[in-house]
């Protein structure tokens, strides 16, 4: 039984000294914080309805995984995954829009929070029942490999799913069929309600990989370099060795379960304590004590992500309302091979 | 200038209180900060700012309700700095970066310890986690579970388009003479007599329903009446400003009582006429007539009855029987229905021995007529009539037809077109046999001659089919001595 | 007599039997120390502790199979399913072992287990978290089926249901958790197997279960006013299927509307209607008038959602054209 540990400070091929790099970084972190923090808002607006699950904490989880990614490579993830598709590249005006139930939507309103999707992005999409998309996602891991492409497949959990029998079983195809799979558990310690240890009898979501002879690794998901340097080297193994891997990120959201959880079950103080190792004012102190960025510069980023997110809100208050006429379009797809 | 509104912090609530305005007038606000506490119809909540600047006007004070959505306050200036919107408030107290750990523990300092073995201990866990719990209302959704509003919908939405569009469909749909009657309705019209032809339907889609044959029979006579709902001729003592009563206008002639004679049918007489009038308006009939030379027939026939007794006579239509039975063999696509689009082969030949009589006419079923000797078929054909006459014959005598004959020759008719009597797809109409003049090796002689008219279904038989078929009856009644085996 | 909103009727009933037999437990996720995610479990598990409330991981074949077993074995669980979308993961566990086993091993077993689980839609939560599926159970011999629509009836089947020897599938509603009504006191248990007349009329017989029970009555109010009578039969055993007060209605009224929350095919008022043809065909003056949620998965929209699901002017306009009256 191997488990490889690699030290996070291990030196990846990509430097990830340069300013640009950390910029992008700390910039597409920005914007998920923003644009979340406006999603609560518009919430509580009644702009937005059903369920809302925001990413408000993860963000270094987030950013650090999914960046190292291609633009052709595909992502699975979950009903909270706002963050994620912005971090795809989805515009913050389409996932906005789809919070609204726009026809401008990623799903032309039919979708919803949980339910965001782009071909053009390979943002293969929110799902609303735990641990479903695993095994889905060692299908397209499948084609990739039938078809002989250098793709990448990233599937995105949380903590919870991990005990689901989905996640058992794609873990074990994944590592039988050589797929080019990186399994991304974004632990944030709860699975709703339940904290880790009342569900898993194994709380180090890691070292679940033995059981399927995968590579597994645990990174502090809230320090966006080094789960950007760790998601480098899985993802290179995975597209060049077809070897998968699961990788735990140790988060925390600020919020609760989603906008309508009242969030008893955790302690104050804890919230406390892990915003204070918030991955976004980490960064900046980081890039500060570099010399690459100044407080001014921090501001006037602020200012334009705020800016651009604000626009989105404009984009999909003015967008339209899907027409009712077409209620029945697209629950088949027309023609034949 | 961005206003603060009353935010929706749960499904139900429709109004807010507020309860404390955790800043004053005129102080600055930091985004995030938490600036008021409101009451939900749920809980107490502390609602944070989502703009900063100068708090510069409350506009729902301390103690007073406001809808979602109303503008409880404004906050002038443009927004603050730091990305520290979920930071509890306290900016100065920022904790530095924290340094990435080898392998971070999760805190589970909080965590409640599960398999608590002592009563005690698991209460003491559930008392935290409940005290916020236990502040909301008796019928608060548990995680505070989304609710669709309420039934404000006034038209008629996608749930029902497939119910209405069967409510309301059309009542003539090509069927012809076929009536839209509902089974109530049809189960009263027969039980008080009405005759369902006069009714007409006011029902959805033109049917008739309860209500109308109710209406009907309540009239008490059994002539028919025609009676349209609503429109008849308002009685002239309600036209305003009428005194004097005028004569009805009339809207077309309705026979008076006495100049004709109504004969109701029979409950039989309804049913064959109704399946008669579907067979002949649904399957499209053509006709292939042929002659038949009978003569070695008919003395085949006299020298058989010579030599049995009385009562095992064979008629001619026993012959004809058995000739169209083995035809059948050889051309089994003749022996067939359509059905909702397909052909039904049928594995048993069964021959339908239309029966006239005075008040009806009827068709038992003769079975397996191609396993069946000549002298079998007359025996089993003058019990099957016999039976039929005397309305001793059950339902089985009449079920199974898969072809049928009709035979007036008796009746000095020397040709007809028959109706086809469904399932079948075509039926066979007998002649009489005549003394005629023929051509026989170019000399004129009398002979006998039989034309008998095939009606088809187009549907199942083609012409060519139907012609052979006929050849085929035609040279077994020509060289009858293959109908004795 | 005190009036209860079904969220604290099913309390009331969990509370009673498991006071009344010890070998009654409950399972499923968040249950116990979140009090449940609807709250139906509120306080159960401070009453009654970590054993006989039972917080599992989210994992709905072994929140099923445990049961299952557990019953074998002689207890009386009561499973939750957080909602009924949920449960297809454990499809296999339900159908194939709770419904199968005391049948397959000859009778040599029993499976005394509730699984209670809410489903309906009309809340934006989208296509994955709108499904209703007791017409799915009801096909399955096996199981049982019930779907209660008010406070009383909530108390009364769950405890029946807790007592019954047999797999019992036990429908809630999301939208209907804060319904109120009057509920009686104590010993209060409603049969599984029969239906109940909920409102008297002479002109359409409209047949509805769970939310739609709301829908229907609310209907029932305004059809009053424009002169139409309405009698509602609540359907709220639906395996084994009680026609009795269905089909004397029927001999009543001669029109009939059923309503659902699931998709109109293959919906329970498939089955309704078709035994309605069967039994009452005679007494018919138009087809069965079947109302279900359009076909399409739930769209998250607020105004698609809307009209994509049955709400009371559906059963408005129906009732009107069925009595020719547009």
């Known amino acids: 039984m191997k488990v490889e540990q690699r030290p996070t400070s291990s030196t990846p091929e990509e430097a990830l000294d340069d300013k640009s790099t950390l910029l992008a970084l700390y910039r597409e972190m920005l914007l998920i914080r923003r644009f979340e923090e406006k999603t609560a808002e518009m919430y509580q607006r009644a702009q937005i309805g059903g369920f809302c699950h925001l990413n408000i904490g993860e963000e270094a989880s987030i950013v650090g995984t999914i960046s190292a990614l291609r633009k052709q490579d595909y992502v699975y993830s979950t009903y909270r995954e706002h963050g994620h598709a912005l971090a795809k590249g989805i515009t913050a005006n389409a996932v906005m829009a789809e919070l609204f139930g726009k026809e401008t939507g990623t799903s032309r309103g039919r979708g919803g929070s949980m339910h965001l999707f782009s071909q053009e992005h390979r943002f293969y999409g929110g799902y609303a029942i735990v641990g479903q998309a695993l095994p889905i996602a060692c299908g397209t891991g499948y084609a990739i490999t039938y078809k002989g492409t250098d793709e990448v497949v990233m599937s995105i959990f949380g903590d919870g799913a991990t005990n689901i029998g989905g996640f058992h079983e794609a873990l074990n195809v994944a590592k039988l069929w050589h797929l080019p799979i990186v399994f991304v558990c974004v632990n944030n310690l709860y699975g709703m309600g339940t904290a880790v240890n009342r569900a898993s009898a194994v709380t180090e979501i890691w070292k679940k990989a033995c059981a399927y002879d995968m590579t597994g690794e645990r990174v502090d998901g809230m320090d966006v370099l080094a789960v950007r340097r760790i998601t480098d080297q899985l993802v290179e193994q995975a597209r060049e060795r077809h070897e998968p891997s699961l990788l735990e990120c140790v988060t925390y959201r600020y919020r609760g379960h989603s906008m309508s959880d009242p969030d008893t079950y955790r302690g104050k103080d804890e919230i406390k304590e892990w915003q204070g190792r918030d991955p976004i004012l980490s960064l900046a102190d980081h890039m500060k004590g570099q010399k690459l960025i100044t407080d001014q510069d921090i501001q006037r980023i602020d200012e334009e992500i705020t800016r651009q997110v604000e626009a989105s809100v404009e984009f999909a208050e003015q967008s339209p309302e899907p027409d009712p006429r077409e209620l029945y379009r697209d629950v088949y797809a027309e023609g034949a091979a | 200038m961005p206003d603060v509104q009353m935010p929706r912090l749960s499904d139900s609530m429709e109004t807010g209180k507020i309860l404390r305005w955790l800043k004053k007038e005129g102080e600055q606000v930091r985004k995030g900060e938490p600036l008021v506490e409101i009451e939900s119809d749920k809980a107490n909540i502390e609602v944070e700012a989502y703009a900063s600047g100068r708090l510069s006007k409350i506009v729902v004070p301390e103690g007073e309700s406001a809808p979602i959505g109303a503008v409880i306050a404004e906050i002038g200036g443009n927004g603050g ?326 035979n007036l020759g008796m009746y000095d008719v020397d040709q007809f077109t028959a109706i086809i009597n469904p399932p079948d797809s075509a039926i066979l109409a007998i002649g009489s046999i005549e003394d005629t003049p023929v051509i026989k090796d170019g000399q004129i002689v009398p002979g006998k001659r039989m034309r008998i008219t095939m009606s088809v279904d187009h549907r199942v038989i083609y012409g060519v089919t139907a012609a052979q078929f006929l050849q085929e009856v035609k040279r077994l009644l020509q060289s009858p001595m293959a109908l004795v085996l | 007599m005190p009036v209860l909103t079904i969220r604290d009727a099913l309390n009331q009933a969990l509370r009673e039997e498991m006071q009344r037999d010890e070998n009654v437990f409950l399972l499923g996720e968040d249950i116990g120390l979140y009090d449940g995610s609807f709250k139906v479990t509120r306080g159960l598990w401070k009453e009654f502790g970590d054993r006989r409330v039972l917080d599992t991981p989210i994992a709905e074949e072994v929140i099923i199979g445990t049961a299952i077993g557990a019953a074998m074995a002689g207890l009386r669980p009561v499973a939750e399913i957080m909602t009924v979308n949920f449960i297809m993961v454990a499809m296999d566990q339900v159908v194939n072992a709770a419904a199968h086993l005391r049948y397959m091993f000859g009778g040599g077993t029993a499976v005394p287990m509730v699984i209670r689980t809410p489903g309906g839609g009309g809340h934006q939560l989208g296509a994955q978290h709108s499904h209703s599926h007791e017409n799915w159970f009801a096909h399955v011999p096996g199981l049982k089926v019930v779907a209660p629509g008010t406070p009383a009836d909530a108390k009364g089947m769950l405890k029946s249901a807790i007592r019954d020897n047999n797999p019992v599938m036990f429908i809630e509603n999301e939208g209907t958790y804060a319904v109120k009504g009057e509920v009686p006191e104590g010993e209060h248990l409603v049969p599984l197997d029969q239906n109940d007349i909920k409102r008297q009329g002479n002109d359409v017989t409209i047949c509805a279960h769970s939310r739609m029970l709301v829908v229907a009555q609310e209907a029932a109010t305004e059809l009053e006013k424009e002169g139409i009578s309405a009698e509602i039969v609540d359907m709220r055993a639906l395996r084994p299927l009680d026609m009795t007060p269905v089909i004397e209605s029927v001999k009543k009224t001669s029109r009939v509307i059923t309503v659902e929350e699931g998709w109109r095919s293959f919906g329970v008022g498939s089955e309704i209607a078709s035994r309605i043809y069967e039994e009452a065909f005679d007494y018919l003056d138009a087809p069965v008038a079947r109302i279900g949620a359009a076909e399409v998965p739930a769209p998250y929209n607020k105004k698609l959602e809307k009209i994509a699901f049955p709400g009371k002017a559906d059963v408005i306009v129906t009732a009107r054209a069925l009595l020719g009256k547009n």
């Open chain 2, 81 to 406: 700095s730091g990305p520290s919107a979920d930071k509890p408030a306290a900016p100065q107290e920022q904790a530095p970066a924290a340094e990435p750990e080898q392998k971070p523990q999760p805190v589970t300092a909080q965590a409640p310890k599960p398999q608590a073995t002592k009563p005690e201990a698991h209460v003491v866990q559930a008392e935290k986690a409940m005290a916020a719990t236990a502040q909301q209302a008796a019928d608060s959704g548990g995680e505070q579970y989304p609710h669709g509003g309420p039934d404000d919908r006034t038209e008629v939405g996608a749930a029902a388009a497939a119910a209405l569009n069967v409510i309301r469909r059309p009542a003539t749909q090509g069927d012809g003479d076929r009536m839209r009657v509902s089974p109530v309705a049809r189960r009263i019209a027969e039980e008080q007599g009405v005759d369902l032809r006069q009714v007409k339907g006011t029902g959805p889609g033109g049917r008739i329903t309860k209500e109308d044959v109710e209406t009907a029979a309540g009239r008490g006579t059994p002539s028919p009446t025609l009676r349209t709902r609503g429109r008849e001729q308002p009685e002239p003592a309600l036209i305003r400003g009428s005194e004097q009563p005028q004569p009805a206008p009339t809207r077309g002639r309705e026979p008076a009582i006495g100049e004709v004679e109504v004969v109701e049918l029979s409950k039989l007489q309804t049913t064959v006429a109704m399946r008669l009038a579907q067979s002949k308006f649904s399957a499209p009939h053509y006709y292939v007539t042929s002659e038949i030379a009978m003569d070695d027939a008919v003395r085949l026939r006299q020298m058989f009855n010579e030599a049995v007794d009385k009562s095992e006579a064979i008629s001619i239509n026993d012959l004809l029987i058995k000739a169209v039975a083995l035809a059948l063999t050889k051309f089994p696509e003749v022996n067939a229905s359509w059905a909702d689009g397909r052909i039904e082969r049928k594995r048993d030949i069964n021959i339908g021995i239309a029966v006239g009589l005075p008040d009806r006419l009827i068709v038992p079923v003769l079975k397996n007529a191609d396993q069946r000797s000549l002298k079998d078929i007359a025996r089993e054909s003058k019990q099957l009539i016999e039976r039929a006459r005397s309305n001793k014959a059950s339902m089985q005598d009449y079920l199974g037809n898969t072809f049928t004959i009709s």
